[in-house]
């Protein structure tokens, strides 16, 4: 069954490490989205790419990057990671609007 | 303001009753409505998507739409204690290019 994929499910790290999360899918959608959620505060954008050559910054992209390695690869990376960023972070694809997305089973990100 | 408004719940309702979760939305340009169902520590899963005025019917499920007062409902007849969830409504932005989610309502459905 076509899937969106993420890696790893869960990660304990500390502070000022740089973490990279990853993302797949086999949809075959264009669309790939990267969030993260926090309890009270519901699902925020972090980033968002079109295309492998399209990338744009969402709600609260400050502290993270993302790179796109292919249509099917979307990648998110914290520089130097700091508590707060610890959270649920989830990775959503779609063929566009107004198409539904379907989200990744989530990497629960620990920042020690 | 928020952009998307749910109440946070807990919605608290017998087995068998009906269900209705609302969700307000603030953009008047909004197209593209989207419920999604969370279980705690799992990811959202797609339940219903409505683009037009009035109702859509899917199984148990209905979502209602009224673009003029701006929100959007979902009701679930016949309400099972595996409904219990939080209940996401998403909303597309004027642009068309990402979705607004409100916090959740969450659900509970007592046997």
């Known amino acids: 069954d076509a899937d969106v994929t993420q890696t790893p499910r869960n990660r304990i790290t500390k502070t000022g490490k740089r973490i990279m999360l990853e993302c797949s899918q086999t949809?075959?959608?264009?669309?790939m989205y990267w969030y993260r959620q926090d309890p009270g505060l519901g699902l925020r954008l972090i980033y968002y790419?079109?295309?492998?050559?399209?990338?744009n910054k969402g709600e609260i992209s400050d502290g993270y990057s993302v790179s796109r390695q292919a249509q099917a690869k979307f990648s998110l990376s914290l520089e130097s990671a700091i508590p707060n960023q610890t959270a649920l972070y989830f990775c959503?694809?779609?063929?566009?609007?107004?198409?539904?997305?379907?989200f990744g089973d989530g990497t629960r990100l620990s920042i020690l | 303001q928020k952009e998307v408004e749910q109440n946070s719940g807990p919605l608290s309702v017998p087995e068998g009753a009906i269900a209705s979760l609302n969700c307000t939305y603030s953009?008047?340009?909004?197209?593209?409505f989207f419920w999604y169902r969370q279980y705690s520590g799992k990811s959202p899963e797609l339940i219903m998507f409505?683009?037009?005025?009035g109702d859509k019917e899917d199984g148990r499920f209905t979502a209602q739409l009224n673009k003029a007062s701006q929100y959007v409902s979902l009701l679930i007849r016949d309400s099972q204690p595996s409904d219990s969830a939080t209940y996401l409504c998403?909303?597309?932005?004027?642009?068309?290019?990402?979705?607004?989610f409100g916090g959740g309502t969450r659900l509970m459905v007592k046997p």
């Open positions: 959503a694809t779609s063929r566009g609007v107004p198409q539904p997305q379907h």
């Open positions: 949809k075959g959608h264009d669309r």
């Open positions: 790419s079109f295309d492998v050559k399209d990338i």
């Open positions: 953009d008047r340009g909004s197209q593209s």
């Open positions: 409505i683009y037009s005025n």
């Open positions: 998403a909303v597309n932005n004027n642009a068309g290019n990402m979705l607004t």
